[in-house]
């Protein structure tokens, strides 16, 4: 803008000089009338061309905008350089998005954009098919008013999305989702729906064959266990340097057994798809159930008990499965007993925190190098195989903590130090979280 005010800079000047000389030869009324004049002259002129400049951004067309003259011919020169770049760049961004939309409805994936508040800003076709949407009718309302799933509603506002969410389709019982749930730095979520119907019914067959195995596996391994604990059992059926061999099978048969069991029900949980009961679990009478079988656990290993603490917070219950729940719990608490010194010091604990429910099983055991943790979940990883074997472990543990702490909206954290000991917290939602209230005596 400075070529402006020098040219009108340089308009009043020369108005100005005029006036002057108009005044040394005449009188300086006339020089102030002819000053005046010149002025609202210029005035007028700059107001005929905003009335054009508004006229035109009324319609704005580049076939039609004024040339101007004067300042006015640079001030609509800019202006048609610039809405032209504005043109340019509209053009480009509505090719980029044009390719976008491409890209994203090309993905099988349902692809979803929530608000900060959970509402539905933009979806692709393939959402709309799977979870029954219409963006032209659904844009701005809430997920949870059109997805009326509980745990999935539980899911989102639980905001702790590690792990995918299971959804089955209302429509089609047999089509089941992934729900993915992507928390965005605008505070907004990106919701991907992916089918896993194909892949849940390989996973089925899977699972079924292992169960169908293990299931005729277990009939021929009680027999064995039990013919070799009668001969065992039987004076002089055994010679006494056979001994050593008949135990040793015996406790590998044993091993066998508990592996197959634990398969079994590890089966069992994975292909249990539906939402676990929402039965009210008495935690102080299950925490003390607990706390007495990992005693008898630690005298049957050791012959020397653990110190094995218990805290309770007995106005504090859970909602879940309570044959699920106590066994996640047990495998972890056994756990803690197989992998610490005899004579050790174990704690459990129940408590909340905020609005959460916590159970953690803090010991002094070997504890687990970094490198380890991430991976103690999977099935039949073992830290160190030969201990695992040695104390009855079957590596599948974790696995079916794991499993059953997905089926409850829940989290395991691990934190290990080597030769100090590991704590393994298990975090449940809000929504799982029953207060018992305290009865007041009158």
Request: hydrophobic share 40%; net charge neutral; aromatic share 8%.
């Amino acid at each position: 803008m400075p070529d402006i005010r020098l040219k009108a800079l340089f308009f009043i000047c020369v108005l100005s000089t005029v006036c002057l000389f108009i005044w040394l030869i005449s009188t300086a009324l006339i020089a102030l009338l002819v000053f005046a004049v010149g002025l609202l002259f210029y005035i007028g002129g700059h107001i005929s061309w905003l009335h054009k400049l508004q006229t035109w951004f009324k319609n704005p067309d580049l076939n039609n905008l004024p040339e101007g003259s004067g300042v006015w011919e640079g001030l609509f020169a800019t202006l048609l350089k610039y809405e032209r770049n504005n043109i340019n760049n509209q053009k480009q961004l509505n090719a980029a998005l044009e390719r976008f939309n491409l890209t994203a409805n090309a993905i099988p994936d349902g692809l979803i954009l929530l608000s900060p508040n959970n509402e539905i800003e933009w979806c692709t076709p393939n959402a709309e098919a799977q979870l029954g949407l219409d963006l032209k009718t659904d844009r701005n309302l809430p997920i949870v008013n059109l997805v009326r799933d509980r745990l999935f509603i539980a899911h989102l506002y639980n905001e702790d999305y590690s792990e995918p969410f299971k959804l089955k389709s209302w429509r089609n019982p047999e089509v089941l989702y992934e729900i993915h749930l992507i928390a965005l730095a605008t505070k907004q979520k990106l919701m991907i729906c992916r089918d896993m119907t194909q892949l849940e019914k390989v996973d089925s067959m899977r699972r079924d064959f292992i169960a169908n195995v293990s299931h005729e596996l277990r009939t021929p391994l009680t027999v064995v266990g039990g013919f070799l604990e009668t001969l065992s059992d039987t004076e002089g059926a055994v010679p006494d340097h056979f001994k050593n061999y008949f135990n040793l099978m015996s406790e590998q048969t044993f091993r066998m057994r508990r592996i197959i069991e634990d398969l079994l029900m590890l089966s069992t949980i994975e292909s249990n798809i539906d939402e676990p009961d929402d039965t009210e679990v008495d935690m102080t009478k299950l925490m003390k159930q607990i706390q007495n079988d990992a005693l008898g656990l630690s005298q049957s290993l050791y012959k020397i008990k653990h110190k094995i603490e218990l805290s309770i917070d007995s106005e504090l219950n859970i909602l879940g499965a309570q044959n699920e729940l106590q066994s996640a719990f047990t495998n972890l608490v056994s756990n803690a007993v197989r992998y610490t010194p005899k004579g050790g010091n174990i704690r459990i604990t129940w408590s909340a925190l905020n609005d959460q429910a916590i159970f953690s099983v803090i010991d002094s055991g070997i504890g687990i190098e970094q490198q380890h943790i991430h991976r103690l979940t999977e099935r039949f990883y073992r830290v160190d195989r030969g201990r695992s074997r040695e104390t009855g472990g079957t590596g599948l543990g974790l696995s079916i903590v794991k499993h059953i702490l997905i089926r409850h909206q829940a989290k395991l954290e691990i934190t290990s130090e080597v030769d100090v000991g590991s704590t393994f917290c298990v975090l449940f939602p809000k929504t799982r979280v029953v207060k018992k209230k305290s009865v007041v005596e009158a």
